[in-house]
């Protein structure tokens, strides 16, 4: 017993050298890679797998994400979103005289990719290694989730809370000459007979529920009041190539706003008015949905965007928005840095913010994948449709002057201040910085009483760098100040 502790410890010694002046990971391989005999390589291989399984495959230390496999094949590559799923850029050394691969590589801190294994070029297989998985368009990948990264607590289903109900209908229409099916969200507690409730509407509906799972969103935002009680309505596509990029887009676009828009509003308690209708999807979807909201404005006046591909048509979408006139709609985008279009939608970003859109953005270290579209489905629906808050229900006096924290906070480039005048008066908002310089003046006049909702955007006119910010509204007789987190 007293010689295989022995043994233990010394493999143990073998792995990590006693030193940390450089990462564990290295100190293995650098043991490894030292030792003449077989039997002794695989020991220090072995005793380091059973050290690294509990810990996590994809073995990560600080910024690296150290990837292994271990089998009888030729060669081994990691295909990601960092390489454009290539299946030959990133072959896995292979340590002398073992059947043990790795590769190693740093990622941002927060960042999140898909993966998969190469093996002898041409066998795609999930990392044997890692328990985390993720479905995708085209089945599931294995997942690389870096120690910052978060987790979407509201893509789970929660039995204990309230939940909306399913409507499946079909919807034929005379403009594609095709049947579409449909999945339709209503509230929990819908009232027929209520003030009505606004509409988000998915392109690729079906995979937003089911890849996404779109309706534990919305179930969970609307319980924890991020976002307003509303309707969705999950489109499935017939050919989304040709509808949302193709031959049929403008009959797919028509069909729309001509026949599927009417047919829900009048099927269900809508509001019908382009600021409470939202349009949005992702890739392809995107593209559909910026054509939508652009040519048809007086019927979506916001639209969700998620990893927008504008390539199609020359960037019709992309430069009706840009280089038309601008239209009264409000945009809200997502992206990932290890996209290959993340570049062209900063352009888009920049180029819609300078000509004056409300324009809400986040630009995350993921990639072109579901993964980052079903986490980032409530940054979307918050911007758009933040909680409806009552002033009532706060038991405000008439007398209150009162400043509500900014909504959402933290935020990315755009968020809205929210404050009460109990009576009319000159009115100065302004936002600094934590050494108290003036960042930018917002308000600078007389304002009525009643309720005032603000948008500070940080990008404008310049962008201004992460960090805490403060907020000052000064009145004739108040003043009150809030802290702003800025993350980019």
Same mark, same amino acid.
């Given at each position: 017993?007293?010689?295989?502790?022995?043994?233990?410890?010394?493999?143990?010694?073998?792995?990590?050298?006693?030193?940390?002046?450089?990462?564990?990971?290295?100190?293995?391989?650098?043991?490894?890679?030292?030792?003449?005999?077989?039997?002794?390589?695989?020991?220090?291989?072995?005793?380091?797998?059973?050290?690294?399984?509990?810990?996590?495959?994809?073995?990560?230390? &600080?910024?690296?994400?150290?990837?292994?496999?271990?089998?009888?094949?030729?060669?081994?590559?990691?295909?990601?979103?960092?390489?454009?799923?290539?299946?030959?850029?990133?072959?896995?050394?292979?340590?002398?005289?073992?059947?043990?691969?790795?590769?190693?590589?740093?990622?941002?801190?927060?960042?999140?990719?898909?993966?998969?294994?190469?093996?002898?070029?041409?066998?795609?297989?999930?990392?044997?290694?890692?328990r985390n998985q993720i479905l995708g368009g085209f089945g599931a990948n294995s997942e690389l989730a870096m120690p910052e990264y978060t987790q979407p607590w509201e893509i789970k289903y929660k039995a204990s809370?309230?939940?909306?109900?399913?409507?499946?209908?079909?919807?034929?229409?005379?403009?594609?000459?095709?049947?579409?099916?449909?999945?339709?969200?209503?509230?929990?507690?819908?009232?027929?007979?209520?003030?009505?409730?606004?509409?988000?509407?998915?392109?690729?509906?079906?995979?937003?529920i089911t890849l996404a799972f779109g309706v534990n969103v919305l179930d969970n935002l609307i319980d924890?009041?991020?976002?307003?009680?509303?309707?969705?309505?999950?489109?499935?596509?017939?050919?989304?190539?040709?509808?949302?990029?193709?031959?049929?887009?403008?009959?797919?676009?028509?069909?729309?706003?001509?026949?599927?828009?009417?047919?829900?509003?009048?099927?269900?308690?809508?509001?019908?008015?382009?600021?409470?209708?939202?349009?949005?999807?992702?890739?392809?979807?995107?593209?559909?949905?910026?054509?939508?909201?652009?040519?048809?404005?007086?019927?979506?006046?916001?639209?969700?965007?998620?990893?927008?591909?504008?390539?199609?048509?020359?960037?019709?979408?992309?430069?009706?928005?840009?280089?038309?006139?601008?239209?009264?709609?409000?945009?809200?985008?997502?992206?990932?840095?290890?996209?290959?279009?993340?570049?062209?939608?900063?352009?888009?970003?920049?180029?819609?913010?300078?000509?004056?859109?409300?324009?809400?953005?986040?630009?995350?270290?993921?990639?072109?994948?579901?993964?980052?579209?079903?986490?980032?489905?409530?940054?979307?629906?918050?911007?758009?449709?933040?909680?409806?808050?009552?002033?009532?229900?706060?038991?405000?006096?008439?007398?209150?002057?009162?400043?509500?924290?900014?909504?959402?906070?933290?935020?990315?480039?755009?968020?809205?201040?929210?404050?009460?005048?109990?009576?009319?008066?000159?009115?100065?908002?302004?936002?600094?910085?934590?050494?108290?310089?003036?960042?930018?003046?917002?308000?600078?006049?007389?304002?009525?009483?009643?309720?005032?909702?603000?948008?500070?955007?940080?990008?404008?006119?310049?962008?201004?760098?992460?960090?805490? &910010?403060?907020?000052?509204?000064?009145?004739?007789?108040?003043?009150?100040?809030?802290?702003?987190?800025?993350?980019?």
């Amino acid at each position: 017993m007293f010689d295989i502790f022995i043994k233990s410890f010394i493999i143990k010694l073998l792995i990590f050298n006693c030193s940390f002046s450089q990462s564990n990971f290295q100190n293995f391989i650098n043991r490894v890679n030292s030792l003449p005999n077989l039997a002794d390589k695989n020991a220090v291989i072995d005793s380091f797998m059973n050290i690294a399984r509990p810990a996590g495959i994809p073995f990560i230390e &600080y910024t690296t994400a150290n990837f292994v496999y271990r089998g009888n094949v030729a060669t081994v590559a990691v295909a990601s979103d960092f390489n454009g799923w290539s299946s030959t850029s990133h072959p896995m050394m292979k340590l002398g005289g073992t059947n043990f691969f790795y590769f190693s590589k740093s990622f941002e801190s927060n960042g999140r990719l898909d993966y998969k294994f190469v093996l002898n070029g041409s066998n795609w297989i999930l990392d044997p290694e890692n328990r985390n998985q993720i479905l995708g368009g085209f089945g599931a990948n294995s997942e690389l989730a870096m120690p910052e990264y978060t987790q979407p607590w509201e893509i789970k289903y929660k039995a204990s809370i309230p939940h909306g109900s399913i409507r499946t209908k079909n919807i034929y229409s005379s403009n594609v000459a095709s049947t579409f099916q449909l999945q339709i969200y209503l509230p929990p507690g819908y009232d027929s007979l209520s003030s009505g409730y606004p509409t988000v509407y998915f392109q690729d509906g079906f995979e937003y529920i089911t890849l996404a799972f779109g309706v534990n969103v919305l179930d969970n935002l609307i319980d924890s009041n991020k976002i307003q009680p509303l309707i969705a309505v999950f489109v499935k596509p017939n050919n989304r190539n040709d509808e949302y990029a193709g031959l049929k887009r403008d009959q797919y676009r028509l069909f729309f706003v001509n026949e599927l828009v009417p047919f829900i509003d009048s099927t269900y308690n809508t509001i019908a008015s382009p600021e409470k209708r939202l349009v949005m999807g992702d890739s392809y979807g995107g593209n559909i949905s910026a054509l939508i909201s652009y040519n048809h404005a007086d019927v979506f006046g916001n639209c969700g965007i998620h990893s927008g591909a504008f390539q199609p048509n020359n960037y019709e979408a992309f430069n009706l928005i840009v280089n038309g006139q601008k239209k009264n709609i409000k945009i809200v985008s997502i992206w990932g840095s290890y996209e290959s279009l993340f570049s062209n939608m900063r352009t888009f970003r920049d180029a819609c913010i300078n000509k004056g859109y409300q324009f809400y953005w986040n630009e995350f270290p993921e990639g072109h994948s579901w993964g980052l579209w079903r986490a980032t489905i409530d940054n979307i629906l918050i911007n758009i449709f933040p909680p409806n808050i009552s002033f009532i229900r706060m038991d405000l006096e008439k007398s209150d002057f009162k400043v509500l924290q900014n909504y959402p906070n933290p935020f990315n480039s755009a968020t809205r201040i929210r404050f009460f005048l109990p009576s009319a008066s000159f009115t100065s908002l302004k936002i600094y910085n934590i050494l108290g310089s003036e960042m930018a003046t917002l308000v600078e006049h007389y304002l009525k009483s009643g309720f005032h909702e603000i948008t500070f955007n940080a990008d404008i006119p310049k962008p201004l760098n992460s960090g805490i &910010y403060i907020c000052r509204i000064t009145t004739d007789s108040y003043s009150d100040t809030r802290k702003l987190l800025l993350i980019k």
